[in-house]
DNA sequence: TAAGCGTGGAC
DNA sequence: TGTCCAAGCTT
């Protein structure tokens, strides 16, 4: 492409090389990277998409635990993977890794196929994704184009094309092709240009030139603009939702519910709500023989694309129509998402005094 | 193509 | 504090 055109051969080599022997000195240990197999690359890449390393380690850890295969995936309850997943967010991964899991069984023999072409038509698995499995435990030449990538590429070339546009991620994978290694460090490689984007050539602030292997070669930094890579297209306002949240207990119970399979925190559990905000006549009205009505404090949530301003009551009575379920059932089989955790907690806190000032009646 | 889909860290 | 945004994929 034309932007590489600039780079000669030989510079493009000396990049390769100075990147490759910067990672090799001074990568990370992170547990993906201490044995290395199509497996636990996947799940790392999967966990991965969107979410910060330290996030990641403790849940990679445990999933790696309770479910050491992919035929033990394959077969795993959908409860457990939503509890594997619980506060990670975006749930719809580790359905994706089932179905993905399954695909596996039936088609591959039990094991992910190691081609990026295969790797590019399971479910979960798009471009990136099956360039970083393809390239590190397949040892293929193919690029896996991320955020970190499009960030170092964009300073390298002073690229100026809006990485959000899915167009210009195809680009890029293009322009990272023309500087990939031999197929043996193409994993590391790619590895490589991600390590640097986290530790060296950052999004936040300034990056850190000075430490940087292929500064020398940095046309941004030569220009002293590198923050004014990447160009990046505005993202659109978040909505604002307004809802009341329902948290009945009885008698040391908790009531929740499944929520829809499709849309937000779909399948996950999580508490009663409205679609408005209700105050507490609203909330008396509709339970007029509760045996307690507790305004729990408010809460906002924010996602990605929406926040959730809610109030909360806490309500002590026995609804026919609701399903209770006890402390240890919830933590052991029930994921509740962060966005419904601290009504959770403060349930839990009441449910243990009120045991408290039961006891010593 | 653009919107839907979570969460938390850094500034 | 609010804003940005991180190892993206699906529809």
């Not at 990672?23 to 969107?50: C, F, G, K, N």
């Not at 530790?199 to 936040?204: A, L, Y």
């Not at 694309?305 to 909360?312: I, S, T």
Request: aromatic share 10%; hydrophobic share 40%; charged share 25%.
């Amino acid at each position: 492409m034309e932007e590489t055109n600039a780079f000669s051969e030989t510079v493009i080599q000396q990049l390769q090389q100075a990147l490759l022997a910067w990672y090799r000195a001074h990568h990370r240990d992170l547990p993906w990277r201490r044995e290395v197999s199509a497996y636990r690359t996947w799940v790392s890449e999967i966990m991965l998409q969107q979410t910060r390393v330290e996030a990641v380690i403790p849940y990679f850890e445990r999933f790696l635990h309770v479910l050491p295969t992919l035929a033990d995936l394959a077969v795993a309850d959908d409860a457990l993977l939503h509890k594997l997943w619980e506060g990670l967010g975006y749930y719809s991964r580790v359905r994706n890794m089932k179905k993905c899991a399954e695909v596996c069984v039936e088609r591959y023999g039990g094991r992910l196929p190691s081609s990026y072409e295969e790797l590019c038509r399971l479910p979960g698995i798009g471009p990136y994704t099956a360039g970083a499995i393809a390239s590190i435990a397949g040892q293929e030449r193919v690029a896996a184009v991320d955020g970190n990538v499009l960030r170092v590429f964009s300073r390298i070339l002073a690229n100026r094309e809006d990485i959000v546009k899915e167009v210009t991620k195809k680009h890029y994978r293009q322009y990272v092709s023309a500087f990939l290694p031999e197929a043996a460090d193409a994993g590391d490689f790619n590895q490589a240009i991600m390590e640097l984007g986290a530790m060296v050539c950052s999004p936040n602030g300034a990056p850190s030139c000075a430490q940087c292997p292929v500064a020398a070669w940095c046309r941004a930094h030569a220009q002293g603009t590198e923050q004014e890579f990447p160009v990046r297209s505005a993202k659109k306002a978040r909505r604002i939702e307004e809802h009341t949240v329902l948290v009945l207990v009885d008698q040391g119970r908790i009531a929740l519910q499944q929520r829809p399979a499709k849309g937000l925190l779909a399948g996950l559990h999580g508490f009663a709500m409205s679609d408005e905000r209700w105050e507490r006549q609203q909330v008396e009205a509709r339970y007029p023989h509760a045996r307690n009505i507790v305004e729990l404090h408010p809460h906002t949530h924010v996602f990605s694309h929406v926040e959730w301003h809610m109030n909360a009551f806490l309500v002590e009575e026995r609804d026919p129509l609701a399903s209770y379920h006890s402390l240890e059932e919830i933590e052991e089989n029930m994921a509740i998402p962060t966005a419904f955790r601290p009504f959770y907690e403060a349930a839990r806190t009441w449910i243990r005094m009120k045991g408290a000032t039961d006891d010593t009646r």
